[in-house]
C-alpha cells in the first residue's frame, strides 16, 4: 500500500473518529463526513487492522472493524447507485 502521508493520516483521523462513534447511524454520518473513509485505500488500512488484530487473537475488535468496513463497502455502494440514477 503506498499511500500518501497525508492520505494516511486524513485516513487514520477519520478512523479513530468510526471507532468512538456508538451506532450505526453514528457511522454513517461519519463515513459522509470522511470520503476518505469509502476509498480503496481506506479498504486496504481496514485490511491491513483486521489482519494484524487477529494475529493479536483480539476477536472482538475484528469483528468491529469487520462490520465497519462492510459498512463502508454499503455506503459506498449506495453512493455509487445514487450518482447513477442521478446522472
Do not use: C, W
Not at 473513509?37 to 493479536?56: G, N, R
Not at 472482538?60 to 446522472?87: C, I, M, P
Amino acid at each position: 500500500m503506498n499511500l500518501d502521508p497525508n492520505d494516511r493520516q486524513a485516513i487514520q483521523v477519520a478512523l479513530q473518529k468510526l471507532l468512538q462513534v456508538s451506532t450505526p447511524q453514528e457511522s454513517v454520518q461519519v463515513f459522509l463526513q470522511h470520503p476518505q473513509l469509502l476509498t480503496d485505500e481506506a479498504d486496504s488500512v481496514f485490511e491491513m487492522l483486521i489482519t494484524q488484530a487477529q494475529e493479536q487473537r483480539r476477536q472482538a475488535f475484528v469483528k468491529v472493524l469487520s462490520g465497519l468496513r462492510t459498512l463502508a463497502q454499503e455506503v459506498r455502494d449506495k453512493q455509487s447507485q445514487y450518482e447513477v440514477l442521478n446522472h
